[in-house]
């Protein structure tokens, strides 16, 4: 199951697992278009995927995304939470209590309900593992207008970590990944490309990153090979915050 993934990391992450031979529940809110392109790359290949519509806000639409998924492709061992949204930026004394209230329920609140929705039956097989894309806005507070998206993403490292201590007698492991610059429509909708290039100077490696990047690490993240990790936030910014 990865949410958000009809563009940016999550459409890279669905297609990478699919190509490693795993069945994907390909989520999107609106990007209809975007989700079927990425459900018909998957099967072209050979492989197995389906689209689900939900908006992650809503706790009734995320427990009928979670009943859907487990009907038509059968129960979820990997949850990628990668839906997520800047949603603007704004000052935090000009901010609304209904822009604060948005980018948490969109970035932080929609991990919260689809762990409760899918993490169950996982608690029931004894084995899976959970994902979260939080972001470097989690640990440097974000750039000048994002105040509230960082504390919404370092939410989500410090849930990480909480659900993580709760899943382990139960065999299943969470973990985060935090990106940093990437080139995904994000920042084509929200940085300008005077703020890119300063972001880029600001980079040891010297460049953005790319979706496919992310993915990698995701994927190892939900790989046997990272059968011992787990309350781990990684870092995948090249270079740009060092823990």
Known sequence: ????????IGRATALLLGRRGATV??????????AIAVVNEIEAAGGRAAAFCADLSRREEVNALAEAVDRDLGPVEIL??????LMGRCHILEMTDAHWQ?????????????CQ???????????GVVVNNASI????????????????????????KGFAKEMAPHGVR?????????????????????????????????????PEETAEVI????????????????????GMWMD
């Not at 529940?25 to 975007?34: C, F």
């Open 1 to 8: 199951m990865v949410t958000g993934a009809g563009s940016g």
């Open 25 to 34: 529940a390909v989520h999107y809110r609106s990007n209809s278009d975007g």
């Open 80 to 85: 990628v939470n990668n839906a997520g949204s």
């Open 102 to 114: 948005d980018v948490f329920q969109t970035n932080t609140t929609s991990v919260f309900y689809t």
């Open 117 to 127: 929705a899918f993490a169950p039956k996982m608690v029931e097989r004894g084995r």
């Open 137 to 160: 806005a989690g640990r440097n507070g974000g750039g000048v207008g994002c105040a509230a998206y960082g504390a919404a993403k370092g939410a989500v490292i410090a849930f990480t």
């Open 174 to 210: 969470v973990n985060a990944v935090n990106p940093g610059v990437i080139d995904t429509p994000l920042h084509e909708e929200y940085t300008t490309p005077e703020q890119m290039e300063r972001l880029v100077g600001t980079i040891p490696l010297g460049r953005v990153g790319t």
């Open 219 to 238: 994927a190892f993240l939900a790989s046997d090979a990272a059968r011992y990790l787990t309350g781990e936030s990684i870092e995948v910014n090249g």
